[in-house]
């Protein structure tokens, strides 16, 4: 038994090294790959379910490390929060997703925002307001080319410290929208009090909005609730045919996800947005 206990602790220990070394390398390595250029964007559309048209398209994170592989922004994002390379990094995301906005305009593809997920510590940094106008102004775009994604939790925790910001972001013509609505407990009182236009209905909501009546019945209230404020819904993550008609019936304004497509390089987003917009 004494030795069994052994094993286990040297186990445990093993796995626990193992963890701190590899979040130890994510850390580092964020440092490295900011200096060395090694993030990418990819882009994912939004499709607007009157029109059927791409309205905007999320930018999201990619990162290949060196000895990692593809690391998915879901290990390193909380660690660039932690370590505050978030702020670099962000306005590195701000700056790339504008960039490509503005060569998509130059190849004649008009009529697209650009939906940018911003964390919390960024919204807190008080250098962030002006770090932003100018990049966007450096692009020749304007607020109103802009979408921010704010997670639903990090702005419930958060509020008194970020309702400024993000009225002034709002005054400056950007679209703010609620991501992973559904996870962070608003209350009706609180949403009203946030200058918003949109609520993202988390993935794990539509995942079996086709079987799960409970699911189907949450989608179809942050859809009435939604509505009720004045705020458009996204569905994210919808993959089958039936979830869309499911959330088309229930009055959903667009939807997101494999269904249309995963994130894409900028070259396989401009072919998909041409092809799409121009039926
Ligand atoms: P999110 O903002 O909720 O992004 C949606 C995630 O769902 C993305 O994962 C996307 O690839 C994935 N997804 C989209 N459609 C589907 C679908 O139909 N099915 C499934 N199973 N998944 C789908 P990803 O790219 O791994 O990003 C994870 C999270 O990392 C994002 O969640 C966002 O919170 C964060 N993130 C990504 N890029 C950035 C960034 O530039 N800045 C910040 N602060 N956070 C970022
Ligand atoms: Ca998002
Ligand atoms: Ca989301
Ligand atoms: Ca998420």
Redesign the pocket.
């Known amino acids: 038994a004494k030795s069994k206990g052994r094993n286990t602790f040297e186990f445990f220990s093993q796995a626990i090294n193992r963890g701190v070394r590899e979040r130890l390398e994510i850390e580092n390595g964020l440092r490295d790959a900011l200096k060395h250029g090694a993030f990418r964007?990819?882009y994912?559309p939004q499709v607007d379910l009157a029109t059927g048209s791409i309205r905007s398209v999320?930018?999201?994170?990619?990162w290949r490390h060196p000895v990692l592989g593809v690391i998915?922004?879901?290990r390193f994002?909380p660690i660039?929060?932690e370590t505050k390379l978030?702020l670099p990094?962000?306005l590195w995301?701000l700056d790339r997703a504008c960039h490509q906005l503005r060569t998509w305009r130059n190849d004649g593809i008009a009529g697209i925002r650009m939906a940018?997920?911003?964390?919390v510590k960024?919204l807190q940094d008080e250098a962030f307001f002006e770090a932003l106008g100018s990049i966007v102004e450096r692009h020749g775009l304007s607020g109103s080319d802009i979408e921010l994604?704010i997670?639903e939790s990090a702005i419930m925790e958060n509020l008194s410290r970020v309702q400024a910001i993000l009225k002034s972001l709002r005054d400056y013509g950007i679209t703010l929208s609620i991501?992973?609505f559904g996870t962070g407990y608003s209350s009706l009182g609180r949403l009203k009090l946030l200058p918003i236009q949109s609520l993202?209905i988390?993935?794990s909501f539509v995942?079996d909005i086709e079987t799960d009546q409970g699911n189907a019945k949450i989608c179809d209230g942050i859809i009435a609730l939604g509505h009720s404020l004045g705020l458009k819904i996204i569905a994210?993550?919808?993959?089958t045919a039936a979830q869309k008609v499911r959330l088309q019936d229930a009055g959903c304004d667009a939807i997101?996800?494999?269904?249309i497509a995963?994130?894409l390089p900028a070259d396989e987003a401009a072919k998909l947005i041409s092809r799409v917009n121009a039926i």
């Open positions: 964007l990819h994912q999320e930018a999201l994170l990619r998915t922004p879901d994002i660039a929060e978030i990094l962000g995301v940018i997920n911003v964390s960024q994604e997670t991501d992973d993202k988390d993935r995942r994210e993550g919808v993959e997101q996800g494999f269904l995963k994130p």
